[in-house]
Structures are given as structure tokens and as C-alpha cells.
């Protein structure tokens, strides 16, 4: 079964430092796969995605992320971090193995403090 | 276009009603999906509905139900409540085909008492 695991339940950066938050996956094809923000009390903003092609996709508020078959990871990045970046990041996975439908796996999330 | 609305945002109930949870997909949309969220279990697929069918379902008791309208809006229903079932009720709006991003609605803050 396809799952997805964020090591780092709890990150914290200094504004204006680089970020990494790191994904890793387990299916074995190339999957669908997604990053999501979640703010307090909201839903799920969708940061970027990935399908085939170039292995470095650009989302939007300056994030980035870079597929890596070899390592099976989907690892989230961003230059120069906000204080409003602060906020809940989700991986996800499309499982494949459902029929090609559209259910997500998510992991479990990894909670972003910024520091002044 | 108009993102994904969900009605209604917060509800209140007691163990062993039911409650009906509505969403509204992206314009031109045609699958709805529902996750369930909690800090313990985190995000958790209930089921999927695309052309008013369901189309996957993840691992949740009977209790839990949905539907889907021609014009693509949803429903959940939860039917004799439970204390566990509090959560908030993500749905999610996609274009149905392949890569089936999904778009998320803000969510019902559901409080069982």
C-alpha cells in the first residue's frame, strides 16, 4: 500500500532563512504527487504539484519542490521564509492503487514556526 | 472561478443524532471527495463521488454516507453520532481525470457532545 511519511513533525526557521521540509514516499511508479498548506482553521491551499517532466516544479508563494526517484522524495523548499509562511505543510500522494480515482494519502504533516 | 464552498462551517450535536455536511465543487468540476481530520488520525479519505457515483471508499463505518448531485454538489451524512466522529469535514473539488488535483473547501468544524 501506498504511504507518506514527513520525518519532521516540527520545524522552526528564522525569517528570512532557507527552508526544507522533507517528504518521502513508498509506490513503485512515479505518483502523483502534491504539497498543501493548511493555516489555522482553514482548509488545504494547494502549494504545487508534481506529475512527470522536470523534476523541479514551481508553486506559488515561492515554494519549490524537487522529485527524486532514486531517494523517493518530494521535498518541499523555499529560499527566504515569511513570518506568514507559518503554518501546516502536508505531502501527498495519489493512490495509484484505488483505480485512478482521486484519493489522496496525506502524511502526517509537519507544523512551521517562524522566528522574528 | 469560485472555490469550493462548504455549509455549514461549524455545527454542534449530540451523540446519536445525524448530521448532513454539504459542498459545493469548482464550477465545471465533477468529483467531490471527503477527508476527515483529526490530530490524531490526521487527514483520512471517506469516499470519493464523480458523475454521481462513488467511486472509492476508504476505511470508515456505514455510518458514514454521501451523495452526489447532477449539478456535482455533495453531501456527507453521519448518521448516530459518536463522540470520535468530531473532526473537521474537508471536502475536496477536482476535475475528475487524471492528475486529480484537488482543490479544498474550508472545511465543517463538527463538535459531537
Known amino acids: 500500500a501506498q504511504s507518506v511519511t514527513q520525518p519532521d513533525i516540527h520545524i522552526t526557521v528564522s525569517e528570512g532563512a532557507s527552508l526544507e521540509l522533507r517528504c518521502n514516499y513508498s509506490?513503485?511508479?512515479?505518483?502523483?504527487l502534491f504539497w498543501y498548506v493548511q493555516s489555522p482553521g482553514q482548509g488545504l491551499q494547494l502549494l504545487l504539484k508534481y506529475f512527470s517532466g522536470d523534476t523541479l516544479v514551481q508553486g506559488i508563494k515561492g515554494f519549490e519542490a524537487e522529485f527524486k526517484r532514486s531517494q523517493s522524495s518530494f521535498n518541499l523548499r523555499k529560499p527566504s521564509v515569511h513570518w506568514s509562511d507559518a503554518a501546516e505543510y502536508f505531502c501527498?500522494?495519489?493512490?495509484?492503487?484505488?483505480?485512478?480515482?482521486?484519493?489522496?494519502?496525506f502524511g502526517q504533516g509537519t507544523t512551521l514556526q517562524v522566528k522574528p | 472561478k469560485a472555490g469550493v464552498t462548504q455549509t455549514p462551517r461549524y455545527l454542534i450535536k449530540t451523540r446519536g443524532q445525524q448530521v448532513t455536511l454539504s459542498c459545493s465543487p469548482i464550477s465545471g468540476h465533477r468529483s467531490v471527495s471527503w477527508y476527515q481530520q483529526t490530530p490524531g488520525q490526521g487527514l483520512q479519505f471517506l469516499f470519493e463521488?464523480?458523475?454521481?457515483?462513488?467511486?472509492n471508499k476508504g476505511n470508515f463505518p456505514g455510518r458514514f454516507s454521501g451523495r452526489q448531485f447532477s449539478n456535482s454538489r455533495s453531501e456527507m451524512n453521519v448518521s448516530t453520532l459518536e463522540l470520535g466522529d468530531s473532526a473537521l469535514y474537508l471536502c475536496?473539488?477536482?476535475?475528475?481525470?487524471?492528475?486529480?488535483?484537488?482543490?479544498f473547501g474550508p472545511g465543517t468544524r463538527l463538535t459531537v457532545t
Open positions: 509506490y513503485g511508479a512515479t505518483p502523483y
Open positions: 501527498a500522494v495519489g493512490d495509484m492503487g484505488s483505480g485512478n480515482t482521486g484519493k489522496l494519502i
Open positions: 463521488y464523480f458523475s454521481e457515483t462513488q467511486r
Open positions: 475536496a473539488s477536482s476535475p475528475g481525470t487524471p492528475p486529480y488535483e484537488q482543490y
